[in-house]
């Protein structure tokens, strides 16, 4: 298990914010990580997901209590992650399970894993369900797609998103959601403008490609991407710039407020990037940690968030978050702590 960032020249997250972070009143999305198996092992993969990682998929007792809090926990959303999401034996029957309780449900996919013969007819199935696609791109260029995740990603990828497209994803129909995530190179910050969104369209639609909306994401200083960063001695660095560009207009936008993340063991964090870190949530005057076996809303309701040093990756620049940026802007300046 990955640990969370502690460098003595990186000031502590909790001093940059005005009061200690706590969630919000309603709960929207119950994301489900159902384990780090995956047919790809991508350098920038945050949760160390890989072919090796079949011991830690979800377990029936476990996907079964998340279908029990998918009927009571009155989310907006169930989002789907992993590793690759598609690769669970009871995938089908999540989605089932929270499109029958009327839930938007997201399925975070890496393109490459709708190809697998075993998984033939999934792209449709999906279309079948109206489920919402977020998909990994790292970028509009194959050379630094390929890069990232490996030679071929690129090909395989255009072949994904094209299926969906002629099954009716990213051709703007809200029932059939195709949104591209994108993380930048190395240690840039992400910076996408309606600009950045125009020039997509353009590259892609060379390869016969079309989607609804490209968001982004930070690299987080976590797992193979720490790692990376460790190798080269740049973690100081990377994490200076970080702090450089904290931007307290993030804060209201943070997905942990109204997130709830589900470990494959049952067990529950403020975000997925706490839960690869072994943060667990913490109920205010319980000694127990909670499960989604056990977990209301009023428990949820209003409690302190987990936060620490990795916290900068969701509110540097534009703000970083599993649904994109969370400001329309980088600050055009450093900010002074709160």
């Given amino acids: 298990m990955a ?16 009061a200690p972070l706590k969630r919000s009143q309603q709960l ?8 780090k198996l995956c047919n790809m092992s991508c350098s920038h993969c945050h949760v160390e ?34 590793g690759a999401p598609e ?6 029957t999540l989605v089932q399970s929270a499109r029958a309780k009327g839930c938007q449900v997201i399925n975070r996919s890496n393109l490459t894993v709708l190809l ?9 199935w999906l279309a079948e369900q109206r489920v919402q696609i977020v998909a990994s791109l790292p970028s509009c260029d194959q050379a630094n797609t390929d890069a990232q995740r490996g030679d071929g990603t690129w090909k395989a990828s255009m072949q994904a998103l094209r299926q969906l497209n002629q099954l009716g994803y990213g051709r703007g129909n809200p029932a059939l959601l195709l949104n591209l995530m994108s993380n930048p190179p190395g240690e840039a910050l992400q910076q996408l403008s309606s600009c950045d969104q125009i020039y997509w369209r353009k590259q892609l639609k060379k390869e016969g490609v079309s989607f609804d909306q490209l968001i982004g994401l930070n690299n987080m200083p976590i797992a193979r991407f720490l790692d990376g960063l460790e190798a080269k001695k740049r973690t100081n660095m990377y994490m200076q710039s970080l702090v450089d560009a904290f931007n307290p207009a993030s804060i209201c936008g943070l ?28 109920l205010q005057g319980k000694t127990n940690l909670p499960n989604i076996s056990n977990i209301t809303l009023e428990d949820l309701a209003g409690n302190k968030i987990h936060t620490a040093n990795h916290c900068y990756g969701c509110t540097a620049g534009q703000g970083s978050s599993c649904s994109g940026a969370i400001t329309e802007a980088n600050p055009s300046a450093p900010q002074k702590e709160n």
């Fill in 3 to 18: 640990n969370p960032v502690t460098l003595a020249a990186t000031p502590c997250f909790n001093e940059k914010i005005a």
């Fill in 116 to 124: 697998i013969p075993a998984l033939a007819g999934l792209a449709a």
């Fill in 87 to 92: 690769l669970h034996s009871h995938f089908k």
């Fill in 28 to 35: 929207k999305v119950l994301q489900l990580n159902l384990g």
């Fill in 255 to 282: 997905m942990c407020r109204t997130t709830l993340s589900v470990a494959a063991d049952g067990s529950l964090y403020d975000c997925d990037f706490n839960q690869m870190l072994n943060l667990p949530l913490a």
């Fill in 49 to 82: 997901a890989g072919p090796h990682q079949g011991a830690s998929q979800m377990g029936d007792a476990v996907v079964a209590q998340c279908i029990k809090a998918i009927n009571q926990l009155q989310q907006e959303v169930v989002d789907l992650t992993g």
